[in-house]
């Protein structure tokens, strides 16, 4: 059994036992499928869950007497979630970017982002500074993963001094930090590598099946800091600190209100500006003039 399907269960153990207090461990287990050994083991973990904070009063409180079960001081399980405006906003902004890297591969999630939209009111356009830079050879890339096909690349890499041919079984594609990046089995080195799209001048999809395989466990790629990176510095309130976790900092200082100023470096400006505008004003750019320029010159496109 995988770790995700055991937080998916003890997700949902919270609210079924709220709607059924007093239930057993047995009925537990016989309507998720598992032992009854499992579901307490699901609830000693619960014991140390609740909302954001985690102190005394904020934890679920599990009380088990004998086989029978009875969940509280999670109230707030028992009505659907209310977003504040902001929230929403940046829901529907995610979603939007995530669409922009899955094509129409997942209908579902567009429809429910739809019905989102409607009920916050939140205009049909609204996300377009989301949208992803044109990447040359982006569908090439998509359809030779869902064809299984191997990819002659034509790709400069930061340390390369010309670009060089390159023959990769694909594996997966990720968008990180407003960079596409394909990562696979690279036949001129016998080893997986990364690689990022932009740095790319010709993508070919050829008609050789990939003759290696993805590994069960493929971290997707995370940006790695170069000296020579562009430097920014963003002060960010107490309602933009979840910019902190979608960036690598070099360095943070902690205002008394609960904000703070970040210092990091990136290759992808355009992104950093899209992330201060998602902010909404919460977010500002300190320097380099340039990107507050760009900030400025997304506001207006808008």
């Known amino acids: ?14 609210p079924w036992f709220l709607e059924r207090p007093g239930a057993s461990l047995d009925e537990a287990a016989d309507a998720f ?3 009854s050994s499992v579901i307490r083991r699901d609830l000693g973990h619960l014991d140390f869950c609740g909302l954001p904070g985690l102190g005394g009063g904020a934890l679920f409180d599990v009380s088990l007497v004998g086989d029978r079960v009875v ?5 707030e399980l028992r009505r659907p979630l ?8 940046r829901l529907v902004l995610t979603v939007d970017a995530v669409m922009g890297a899955l094509g129409e591969e997942l209908p579902a999630l567009r429809t429910g982002i739809d019905k989102v939209r409607a009920a916050l009111g939140i205009p049909e356009d609204v996300a377009d500074v989301l949208d992803a830079d044109e990447v040359p050879g982006l569908d090439v890339v998509r359809a030779a993963l869902r064809d299984g096909v191997r990819l002659r690349l034509t790709y400069q ?10 023959e990769v079984d694909p594996w997966s594609l990720h968008i990180q930090d407003g ?4 990562q696979g089995h690279d036949h001129g080195v016998g080893e997986r590598r990364t690689f990022r799209l932009d740095r790319t001048s010709g993508i070919e999809a050829l008609a ?22 562009l430097e ?23 205002r008394d209100d609960g904000g703070a100023v970040l210092t990091l470096r990136t290759d992808a400006p355009r992104w950093i500006a899209r992330l201060v505008l998602m902010a909404g004003g919460a977010a500002r750019v300190v320097g380099p003039d340039a990107l507050r320029d760009e900030v400025l010159r997304l506001a207006t496109d808008v």
């Open 1 to 14: 059994m995988s770790a995700t399907t055991d937080v998916a269960r003890m997700l949902t153990l919270v």
């Open 33 to 35: 499928g598992v032992p």
């Open 71 to 75: 969940v509280s001081m999670a109230d």
């Open 82 to 89: 209310r977003p504040t405006a902001s929230e929403g906003l």
């Open 157 to 166: 890499g930061r340390s390369d001094t010309e670009p060089a041919p390159r």
């Open 179 to 182: 960079v596409w990046y394909l």
């Open 208 to 229: 050789q099946p990939i003759a290696v395989s993805a590994p069960d466990h493929l971290p997707a790629p995370r940006y790695a800091p170069a000296p020579d990176d």
């Open 232 to 254: 920014v510095v963003i002060e960010v309130d107490p309602e933009g600190r979840w910019l902190e976790g979608a960036v690598v900092v070099d360095a943070r200082e902690d």
